[in-house]
């Protein structure tokens, strides 16, 4: 294989966590009828770091302060009305977006400066998902 530096390498270390979470939504705009009316997902979240670099203590980054982070965002959005947050104000609550607010946040609260990316994978039934990607 030739090296290309152009060519966008992932990094070699990730470490990702998945919890479950149950919310309500409602859509807007061209959504089916179905979907316009206020109806319970059960969400599944994954948030997956990568780095290719490890710390002193031999981690990309601290699982149980991921997991942590994780269920104080889970606990924000559970058993919620996703339309009613001041984040989704002038906002359709599609798991796009809402994977989008969680990695941000995330990012927010991780510190660990071997972070090379950051994504959030969100589920909203066993076959869809969509998910967000923050590189640093």
């Known amino acids: 294989m030739i090296h ?3 060519r966008v ?3 070699p270390y990730s470490i990702a966590i998945r919890r479950d979470f149950i919310a309500q939504h409602y859509l807007l705009g061209d959504a089916v009828d179905s979907e316009k009316v206020s109806h319970s997902h059960h969400y599944g979240v994954e948030v997956q770091v ?3 670099d490890l710390n002193e203590d031999g981690y990309l980054v ?3 302060e991921i997991e942590s982070h994780l269920q104080d965002l889970i606990g924000h959005y559970q058993d919620r009305t996703l339309n009613d947050l001041p ?12 994977a989008r607010l969680f990695c941000e946040a995330m990012a927010a609260r991780l510190k660990a400066p071997q972070i090379g990316a950051l994504t959030v ?16």
């Open 4 to 6: 290309d530096p152009q």
């Open 9 to 11: 390498s992932h990094p």
């Open 50 to 52: 990568a780095g290719s």
């Open 62 to 64: 601290d699982i149980l």
């Open 87 to 98: 984040e989704f104000k002038n906002l359709n609550p599609s798991i796009e977006h809402l």
């Open 121 to 136: 994978r969100i589920w909203e039934s066993e076959d869809a998902w969509a998910q967000y990607r923050q590189d640093f």
